[in-house]
Structures are given as structure tokens and as C-alpha cells.
């Protein structure tokens, strides 16, 4: 805070002098007591509120022409004077300040224990269920090619299908060939890619992350948020095994009462292809609001993996020197993802996915 402007009676010569021998010893009374180089350097020399501009735009507003160049001369003085105080307070180092005493009669810092986000503990609790399968964990980037993301999962240049997943593009990638271009990967499917190119069946993997979507934030849709993803491959893997494993899964995550239904669906990587309904956690599958009465929740989608998949990634190991692994005559194998927010919503009853994020305390609470 800058206090009051001091008046100047005239603008006489021995008026001025006056005035500024008294800022000047405004100045050095302050650079003696002074204990904060920075806070001395805003107060007088701050562009719009320090002391130095303020004076003399009150000062020089009023004066006669003939005043303005020895009130010129005066502020050059003042300020180079401010300055040279400046250099030797930086130059001088400070004094230690006395160290306080620890006052034991304060109440202690109390430590609150971190918990497991509620988003983060469901897809490990998803996670868990196909582990006790034997299924093992597999990550991949955020950031992935086109190639891994689309072209190779059967999404082929300009295929509709592309435009039910709105992508986000990391700019600047026009000039590379299109399945090179990166972008931020729309599901954790090409994982299910990177994994068959390194390894040959068998394989069973549940893959938990990221995803990220052109989505505007609503009620139900985030443009970030989480998958859990699994694929298992291996000779005379059927239909039968899809169902059974997530069925299993479905009664594992939410209790044994569940029951699951399949209903035909189309995803450009697996063929058949369903969608995964479950009966009402909330009604025992009777009918109720959450269910919009119809006694099922519609939580994950899944399929036979296409053998259009199998021969992109046969193709790429080939191209990387690797032996072919996948001839669809003797290898099957399904797929499926879910939502974890999805889930985490309907085990805990929550209904705005943004509170997941928000960090507010009051609702995190609640999972401890
Ligand atoms: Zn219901």
C-alpha cells in the first residue's frame, strides 16, 4: 500500500529540494529497517502503484512548463538512488531471522491416511476378477498410432465406424502416412494389437486405462475416462467361453444373484459381436427407475475377434521378421470392454460421473 502523495507548495526551486531530500530520506530510513529486498523494490519502483510513479504522475500533472525538466532531473536522481539501495540490499545478504521455539502447547498436524480413488479401486477390483482367471495385466500409451488404434482393429481410412469414437488428433501429423499419425487412443483396444505382434497364443490379458474422446461433458460422458479391457486367445476358444467367463465376472463384481444376457451388437474388431446386459442390481430385475423399468443394465460390450484382426497383426509380425502366430483355421479367441466409470456409477449409486473428478473432498470421503 502506498500512503498519501506529499503535497508540494510551489514548484520553486527551494520548494523542490525540499521534497525530494525528504523522499530521499524516505527512502534510505526504509532501506535501513528494510527486511524484504522485493517488497522494498515494488513499493517504490512498481510500474503501476509504485511510489515512485505515483509522485510523479501527481507532481508532474500540475506543473508549469518550465518546472517539468528540474522535476525531471529530481525523479532521475531519486530513482537512481532507490536503485543503488536496490543493488546493495541484494548484494548484502540478509540477516538469519531468529529461529521460534517449537510451542508444544499447539494441537498436532493431524495425518489423514490416503485411500484407493473410487474410480481407481474399481477397475483394480475388475482387474482382480480376471487375474483370479489367470489373466495378466497389460498396459499401453495413451498416445497411439493410427495404425494400432483403428487401422489394425479393422477400422479401415474414411470407415463410419471411426466416427462413433470422435477422436482427438495430436496436430501436425498430416504429413505422415495416415496409419502413422498419432492420436490419443479412443479405447484400450489396441493393447489387444501390441500384445498379439510381441507374443503368440496363448494369450489371456485384461488391460486397465485411459481413454480419451472428442465428448462433450455431460451427466454419463467424460472425454477422458477409464476401460478395462480384456482378450483372450488360444486354440477352440468359443462363444461358450465368452459367455461363461463374463458371466462369472458379472457375478463376481456384483454379487451371485446376477444374471446376464447377450444381445447382438456390432464392433468393427469382433464379429459376432454383443452387447452385455445384466439383471437389475437395484430391483433383483422387477423394474425400477435406475433400470428405466425394464429390469436390466446394459454394462459392457464383446465378441469373437475378427479374423481381419488376426491378419493385421500376423501381417505386422511378419513385417518385423517375426513367424506368423494367428491363422484363424486354428486360432479363436474373444474380447470385451467395459466403462469403469460406468461400473464404479451404478456399484456406488452415483449419477454425475464429473464428481469422480471434481477432487471434492465430501464425495471421496465417502469410499474411505
Ligand atoms: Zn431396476
Known amino acids: 500500500m502506498n500512503e498519501d502523495i506529499p503535497q508540494l507548495p510551489s514548484y520553486d526551486e527551494s520548494s523542490l529540494d525540499a521534497a525530494f531530500a525528504t523522499l530521499a530520506e524516505e527512502v534510505r530510513g526504509e532501506t535501513t529497517s528494510r527486511v524484504d529486498v522485493e517488497a522494498f523494490r515494488l513499493r517504490w519502483l512498481g510500474r503501476k502503484q509504485g511510489r515512485l510513479k505515483l509522485v510523479s504522475d501527481a507532481w508532474l500533472k500540475n506543473a508549469p512548463a518550465e518546472a517539468r525538466k528540474p522535476l525531471g532531473m529530481r525523479f532521475n536522481q531519486l530513482k537512481q538512488q532507490i536503485e543503488v539501495a536496490l543493488e546493495q540490499a541484494i548484494a548484502t545478504p540478509a540477516k538469519p531471522t531468529t529461529k521460534a521455539g517449537i510451542d508444544i502447547t499447539l494441537p498436532g498436524s493431524v495425518c489423514v491416511p490416503g485411500i484407493e480413488h473410487p474410480l481407481l479401486k474399481t477397475m483394480n477390483e475388475v482387474v482382480a476378477v480376471f487375474h483370479d482367471l489367470g489373466y495378466s495385466t497389460a498396459l499401453g500409451p495413451q498416445v497411439e498410432s493410427d495404425f494400432y488404434n483403428f487401422e489394425a482393429l479393422n477400422f479401415p481410412p474414411n470407415h463410419p465406424a471411426r466416427d462413433t469414437q470422435d477422436t482427438l488428433v ?49 451427466a454419463t460422458h467424460s472425454p477422458v475416462f477409464h476401460q478395462v479391457e480384456g482378450l483372450c486367445v488360444d486354440t477352440n476358444i468359443t462363444f461358450s467361453d465368452l459367455k461363461g467367463t463374463l458371466d462369472h465376472a458379472m457375478k463376481a463384481l456384483f454379487g451371485s444373484d446376477v444374471k446376464t444376457r447377450f444381445f447382438p451388437s456390432f464392433f468393427p474388431f469382433t464379429e459376432p459381436s454383443a452387447d452385455v446386459q445384466i439383471s437389475c442390481i437395484f430391483c433383483g430385475g422387477k423394474g425400477c427407475r435406475k433400470c428405466k423399468h425394464s429390469g436390466w443394465i446394459e454394462l459392457l460390450g464383446c465378441g469373437m475377434v475378427d479374423p481381419a484382426v488376426f491378419a493385421a497383426v500376423d501381417e505386422q509380425r511378419v513385417a518385423m521378421g517375426k513367424p506368423t502366430a494367428y491363422d484363424p483355421a486354428k486360432v479363436t479367441g474373444f474380447a470385451f470392454g467395459m466403462g469403469v466409470e460406468r461400473i464404479a456409477m451404478i456399484l456406488h449409486g452415483v449419477s454425475e460421473i464429473g464428481q469422480f473428478y471434481s477432487g471434492d473432498m465430501r464425495f471421496l470421503e465417502q469410499f474411505a
Not at 500384445?195 to 485411459?210: L, N, Q, S
Request: no cysteine.
Open 170 to 218: 495430436v496436430a501436425g501429423q498430416q504429413a505422415k502416412p495416415s496409419r502413422d499419425r498419432l492420436l490419443m487412443r479412443t479405447h484400450t483396444s489396441p493393447v489387444q494389437i501390441r500384445t498379439m505382434i510381441a507374443e503368440a497364443p496363448p494369450i489371456r490379458i485384461v488391460v486397465p486405462g485411459k481413454v480419451h474422446r472428442n465428448d462433450a461433458a455431460d
